[in-house]
């Protein structure tokens, strides 16, 4: 299980184009307690699924999948150590 922190430089390693969609995750969660992909889409654009981004660590699901099976909700618990790694990576500026 990686770490926050690890997950997003290892995200940055193999799958470089998703840092967009980390971001996105990043700018929404102190808005949201919880959020759907579809939330992500709106301010970045299509992508896949925000499954990936539970594999690494950065975010987590949380409650049951709704809408018949098509709407997941998660959350971001360590947003500090997102934002450490996306500074480093250079994504985030301050």
């Given at each position: 299980?990686?770490?926050?922190?690890?997950?997003?430089?290892?995200?940055?390693?193999?799958?470089?184009?998703?840092?967009?969609?980390?971001?996105?995750?990043?700018?929404?969660a102190p808005e949201y307690e919880k959020f759907a992909g579809?939330?992500?889409?709106?301010k970045v654009g299509w992508f896949p699924s925000l499954r990936?981004?539970?594999?690494?660590?950065?975010?987590?699901?949380?409650?049951?999948?709704?809408?018949?099976?098509?709407?997941?909700?998660?959350?971001?618990?360590?947003?500090?150590?997102?934002?450490?790694?996306?500074?480093?990576?250079?994504?985030?500026?301050?």
């Open positions: 299980m990686f770490s926050a922190y690890e997950g997003v430089k290892g995200l940055a390693k193999e799958h470089p184009d998703w840092l967009r969609v980390v971001k996105g995750c990043y700018d929404l579809a939330y992500v889409v709106d990936l981004l539970v594999r690494y660590g950065i975010l987590v699901k949380v409650g049951e999948t709704v809408r018949g099976g098509r709407r997941a909700y998660y959350s971001m618990p360590d947003r500090q150590g997102v934002g450490r790694a996306l500074r480093q990576l250079g994504v985030l500026r301050d």
